[in-house]
């Protein structure tokens, strides 16, 4: 039997109807002399009977099967190492696919230089509506061999083991083995290999497909997004305590800070958009989970992140769960705090009604450097927050409008604002104005009537977020509009009008991240049943081809 260059090792528990969509793409590559051995984690579904069925059509595939579930990706992997027979190794999650090169691609960079391991470029795909990203790609955006994760510690944040290929004598070399019995046992597995390592290539091509499905079901959701969970919190730090753990021991302490920040920054952040959405137990739940680790972490890690989400980090630290929630609504679109309190001695301003009393609250709550008195106005820091929501005739709704200006930006009196709003081509603008109630503080009342908005003949499907724009001397600011999270969902039919298709209109809260106002169009009737589908045919290119080539044979 000839020995295979790569052994690539699917795991699977209960995912029967997508591994043969896993498999295809690992038969499908360039580099065919490869080992493909699929891992069940003692699936009770239809997983033996299609794995075994994949066996008889290609005799690259070995099927092995768990005794018992372990309930983690981890015992799957380390089983499929112990009988893989090929010098390098690599990792494939069911759900997800490899690129046609993939194997062929990171195979040739260890031909090309002895390394210990080679990793590319991830794509990212939405299921839910189909749109391609590419993780890190500032990590992976050119060719380069790395001397030891000191000399680029920003590659923590790409702690994928799918994402590469593994030498086998590194692996064996280090006794290095994926850890069992805990989840997000990638973080733990990737830092070890960074760390281990003498020297790694990166590579800009993709060599892994990844699937996310942000709304799946609770029974098929992936850990990542399990984060309501305080189980999943407490798994998290628990990693992180052993990777610290490892750095030390192995005498990597001095990239602890930069470890710190990628946690902050990535994990951390990742319930920090969740964090509107809870309630108080749960909060303080997370509290008693995270906040004794954030206790441990450098201090020159949390320097490094934007004052907003330092803002929340203290605020859960201290406890003050209302103030998270409001400091967590926004992260990332430039949403500013409702009250600030400047210090009268210094002219400091701080997030809040009052004037920290401890030396930490005041460096981290601390908002100068967000400049809200003096950044350019495009930029400035407002807070559009809608404080009511009620419907009136087809979809049209009146809603009542707050503006936060804690850096006192908007001359006193009425001013002049708009809601803009574009599900076609053509922006809809609604003027209104907002008052004056008390210094930096306005209100003002709109009517929104979605069915105005010009819409493609063909029909839009899709999402789409009202915003808010505010001119002052012939500057503009637009900001996002906050919902009341409390808004329940409704959905009103848009009639057919002059070059307006039918459609429903869904009215409800973005359910995740800040909570923005969001409106769901729906084509229904001719429009979805013959416009769209003609539209996407016509759209093919080589539709498209024939018919620049008849076009051309007319004239």
Not at 280 to 302: I, Q, R
Request: aromatic fraction near 8%.
């Amino acid at each position: 039997m000839t020995t295979p260059d790569v052994t690539v090792t699917v795991i699977v528990y209960n995912d029967a109807a997508r591994l043969p969509r896993a498999v295809a793409s690992l038969r499908a590559q360039t580099h065919a002399n490869i080992e493909i051995i699929i891992s069940d984690d003692h699936s009770t579904d239809e997983t033996p009977s299609v794995a075994r069925e994949l066996v008889t059509q290609d005799d690259r595939i070995r099927y092995l099967r768990l005794p018992e579930n372990s309930g983690g990706c981890s015992a799957p992997r380390n089983r499929a190492v112990e009988i893989a027979r090929a010098p390098y190794l690599m990792f494939l999650d069911s759900d997800d696919e490899l690129p046609p090169r993939a194997v062929e691609s990171l195979l040739a960079a260890h031909r090309e230089r002895d390394v210990d391991f080679t990793m590319g470029a991830v794509r990212r795909v939405r299921v839910d509506n189909g749109r391609r990203s590419t993780w890190m790609p500032h990590l992976v955006a050119e060719r380069r061999t790395v001397e030891g994760i000191a000399d680029d510690p920003r590659l923590f944040f790409e702690h994928l083991s799918t994402s590469k290929m593994y030498a086998r004598a590194f692996l064996d070399r280090h006794r290095l083995r994926f850890p069992e019995g805990i989840h997000y046992e990638d973080q733990l597995f990737s830092a070890q290999a960074y760390c281990l390592a003498r020297a790694f290539t990166v590579i800009p091509e993709p060599v892994y497909v990844w699937y996310i499905e942000p709304y799946a079901d609770a029974s098929a959701a992936s850990i990542s997004n399990q984060r309501h969970k305080i189980s999943n919190v407490e798994d998290r730090v628990r990693v992180q305590r052993l990777i610290d753990a490892f750095l030390l021991d192995n005498g990597h302490g001095a990239l602890r800070e930069d470890k710190d920040y990628k946690f902050l920054k990535h994990d951390f952040r990742m319930y920090a958009g969740d964090l509107p959405y809870r309630d108080d137990a749960w909060l303080e739940s997370f509290g008693a989970v995270m906040n004794p680790y954030l206790d441990t972490l450098a201090e020159g890690a949390y320097a490094r992140l934007p004052r907003p989400e330092r803002v929340v980090l203290e605020l859960l630290r201290q406890g003050r769960t209302a103030e998270v929630r409001l400091a967590a609504r926004g992260l990332g679109h430039q949403v500013g705090p409702r009250e600030v309190t400047a210090e009268g001695a210094s002219g400091v301003v701080y997030w809040g009604d009052s004037v920290p009393d401890t030396e930490r609250a005041r460096r981290e709550l601390d908002l100068s450097d967000m400049e809200l008195e003096t950044r350019p106005f495009s930029g400035a820091y407002f807070r559009h927050e809608i404080t009511s929501v009620e419907t009136g005739p087809g979809a049209s709704l009146r809603l009542a409008v707050r503006t936060y200006d804690p850096g006192l930006r908007l001359p006193v009196g009425p001013q002049r604002a708009s809601l803009l709003l574009t599900p076609g081509r053509r922006r809809l603008t609604v003027p209104f104005r907002l008052s004056p109630v008390r210094p930096g503080v306005f209100e003002g009342r709109v009517t929104l009537d979605p069915g105005a908005a010009a819409i493609p003949l063909h029909g839009f499907s899709g999402t789409r977020h009202p915003v808010l724009r505010l001119t002052q001397q012939g500057l503009a600011h637009t900001g996002i509009l906050l919902a009341p999270l409390s808004l329940p969902t409704s959905t009103a039919r848009l009639p057919y009008r002059s070059g307006t298709a039918p459609h429903t209109l869904t009215l409800e809260p973005e359910p995740r991240n800040p909570g923005r106002l969001q409106l769901r169009w729906t084509p229904v009737g001719i429009t979805s049943r013959v416009l769209r589908p003609a539209l996407r045919t016509l759209a093919r290119p080589r539709v498209r081809a024939v018919a620049r080539l008849v076009s051309s044979a007319l004239k």
